[in-house]
């Protein structure tokens, strides 16, 4: 019983937001002084984009995490999200702990990881309040 | 869960891909579900139930419950 439209566009979300990313990291670079490396950021966003289209219609795994109408590849998605954020966290303290001992303060890492623990916090409420 | 999906796929002349087209999921599902690998949803249960035209309770089987 999926609900999605046959005629959704939806896959495209994830390449256009890769191309918007590289043209981020484009209009970044330049203003710091690196207009070359922006190149290379766009460009390796736009392929990584395009190589996602290309093979979407060969890799149903690829396909179902582009358009998200494949409820098992959508909970793929979710845990593999979860677990991404778990390594993220890792990272985050083990940073913030070294940077500590070393005497520093901290920053950016204590911003980092009170910024995922509020957000952590406001998703269980908002989840629980709807249900 | 245990679940006659196979059985009554392949009575009806069907693929798996046939399936999944039928039901707007991925062939990868279809196969995981018949190997008792993924549960599908309530929502994708029922859409399997009514396309073979049974109850739910009568391709899919709950055994601990």
Sequence with gaps: ???????????LATPIFGVLMGLVYLVAFSIGGSPLNGVIGLAVMVVFSGALLAVRGRI???????DHRDERISAIDLRATAVTALAMIAVVLVAF???????????????????????YLVAVIVLRIRG | MRN???????AK??????LARRLDVSRQTINSIET???????????AIARFFGV???????ADHI
């Design chain 2, 4 to 10: 006659d999906v196979r059985e009554r796929r392949t």
């Design chain 2, 36 to 46: 008792d690998r993924y549960t599908p949803s309530l929502p994708l249960a029922i």
């Design chain 1, 60 to 66: 149903e795994t690829v396909r179902g995490l582009l």
């Design chain 1, 97 to 119: 702990v070294v940077e500590i001992a070393r005497g520093h303060s901290g920053w950016p890492y204590d911003m980092i990881g009170a910024v995922g623990g509020l957000t």
């Design chain 2, 55 to 61: 109850t739910v309770e009568e391709i899919f089987h």
């Design chain 2, 13 to 18: 002349g069907l693929s798996q891909g046939d």
């Design chain 1, 1 to 11: 019983m999926q609900t999605t439209s046959r005629t959704s566009r939806k896959y």
